[in-house]
């Protein structure tokens, strides 16, 4: 089975979620999704198809909802959803299956991976401890999410009815990406490497005077404030005395690569 896996990521979870899988799969390849392929348009090749995302206020990312909403596939390619979340998944499925059924196609399989939160805007990053932990059963969860897919299993994650009635009205009212880059800031200890405006998938930030200027064109993934080498992209003051987060078997290198050929 030819497979496809379409991940969106700011630190790395997702990468390394798609990755995992891929390997354990006979014949899939990895695709970023970021604002360089958003011309992606057509996937009529590949017999499986899967989007591997994080969850963002209980929903899903932007970038990712119009990546399916462009994106043309068979309708009767074996459809998974891998969401990797922080803590409360909310109900991002359900927006899938909704953008999936305006084309006719059908959500065969939903798969939820509790992940390191990297919304540091608001907690600190998990302790290594935890991270430990987590990834452990990331590695288990994968081979049973790799033998569903090899399956064409059908998969259907429970959520309660109330999350499914409140999460959308959430992430509609906190969820504002576009706008939430006027926060962002450097401190003194930025040299304008320029690694901020390359890990951003949404090519969001040029480099201006040795600086980074936002240019609301923002996801949220707090991808330039994670990389930076030198912590000093801050988020308002919350981020001052926060420790920063990005999934340690990620590499800079890695994570940058992966653009559509
Ligand atoms: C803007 C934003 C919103 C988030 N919202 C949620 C949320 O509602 N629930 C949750 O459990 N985790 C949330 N998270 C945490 C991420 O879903 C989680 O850490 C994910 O694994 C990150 O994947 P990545 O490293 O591939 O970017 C949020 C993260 C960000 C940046």
């Given at each position: 089975m030819n497979t496809t896996i379409y991940y969106f990521s700011g630190t790395g979870n997702c990468l390394k979620v798609a990755?995992?899988?891929s390997e354990q799969l006979e014949d899939a390849k990895i695709v970023k999704i970021s604002n360089k392929n958003m011309s992606y348009l057509k996937d009529t090749q590949s017999d499986a198809i899967g989007f591997v995302f994080p969850v963002y206020f209980l929903g899903i990312p932007a970038m990712l909802k119009s990546f399916i909403e462009n994106l043309q596939i068979n309708n009767d390619a074996y459809i998974f959803a891998i969401a990797t979340y922080g803590g409360s998944i909310g109900a991002p499925f359900k927006e899938i299956r909704t953008l999936l059924q305006s084309k006719n196609i059908e959500l065969s399989a939903e798969f939820a991976m509790m992940m390191p939160g990297n919304y540091q805007v608001l907690y600190p990053p998990v302790s290594p401890e935890e991270q430990t932990k987590l990834f452990k059963n990331e590695q288990e969860q994968i081979k049973s999410i790799a033998s569903a897919v090899k399956a064409s299993q059908h998969v259907t994650?429970?959520?309660?009815?109330?999350?499914?009635?409140?999460?959308?009205?959430?992430?509609?009212?906190?969820?504002?990406p576009k706008e939430k880059d006027k926060y962002f800031w450097t401190d003194e200890q930025c040299n304008g490497c320029g690694i901020c405006s390359q890990v951003c998938p949404a090519n969001n930030i040029i480099i201006k005077e040795g600086k980074p200027t936002w240019t609301h064109q923002c996801e949220a993934c707090l991808a330039c404030l994670q990389w930076c080498p030198q912590a000093s992209i801050q988020y308002k003051k919350s981020t001052v005395n926060r420790g920063r987060y990005h999934h340690p078997e990620i590499e800079l290198k890695e994570f940058l690569e992966r653009e559509i050929e």
């Open positions: 990755k995992d899988l994650y429970k959520v309660s009815a109330l999350i499914n009635a409140f999460s959308k009205p959430l992430y509609s009212i906190f969820f504002k």
